[in-house]
């Protein structure tokens, strides 16, 4: 008996430092001050339960709001397109002002998706957010032709954002207006 209750005590002695290590660690990475401090508790005492008419309502909230998100925003993304280019060779391109341009993206992990007419081999940049400023702004564009490349492409593109729905984030895509035409002139 006497070895089980040391056992016991050992174990929950060492249960104990690793709880508080935890709670120092935790405190240590989000800036807490190391020196220690007193919390004061309010006396809990029972209540009687809300009457029918107190309690919460059971009236459907809207499905689907604006995700705030680190930046705050609450307005769905948008973007836009605009202006060419033309390859004079296959390593060299003129832009002519070749630019996405955005608005109220939540996220620097938001992805940009481009897409081709013809489909197929170009790459084209930027892909994310993460380097080119959020929640509004713009940048030029980049294009690399495959091998064999068609004489001319449209590209389209769609930004990612996020959305409440159901009390999930959930990722929505917003398609851009406009459209860059690239040229292929060799």
Request: proline share 9%.
């Amino acid at each position: 008996m006497q070895k089980s209750l040391i056992v016991g005590s050992i174990i929950a002695g060492a249960v104990l430092a690793l709880a508080w290590g935890v709670v120092r660690w935790d405190d240590a990475r989000h800036g807490a001050s190391p020196s220690p401090s007193v919390v004061v508790s309010p006396d809990v005492s029972a209540s009687p339960l809300p009457s029918g008419s107190a309690l919460p309502s059971t009236k459907p909230r809207p499905t689907v709001t604006p995700f705030a998100g680190p930046t705050g925003l609450t307005a769905p993304a948008s973007c836009t397109l605009e202006g060419s280019v033309r390859f004079l060779s296959k390593d060299t391109y003129e832009s002519r002002n070749a630019r996405i341009s955005w608005e109220n993206v939540d996220s620097r992990g938001r992805n940009i998706v481009w897409k081709t007419s013809p489909s197929g081999g170009l790459n084209i940049g930027p892909n994310i957010f993460e380097s080119i400023g959020i929640p509004k702004g713009s940048s030029d564009i980049t294009v690399a032709l495959p091998a064999n490349p068609a004489k001319r492409y449209t590209l389209s593109a769609e930004i990612g954002y996020g959305q409440i729905v159901d009390g999930n984030v959930a990722v929505k895509q917003a398609k851009c207006s406009g459209s860059i035409v690239v040229d292929v002139a060799f």
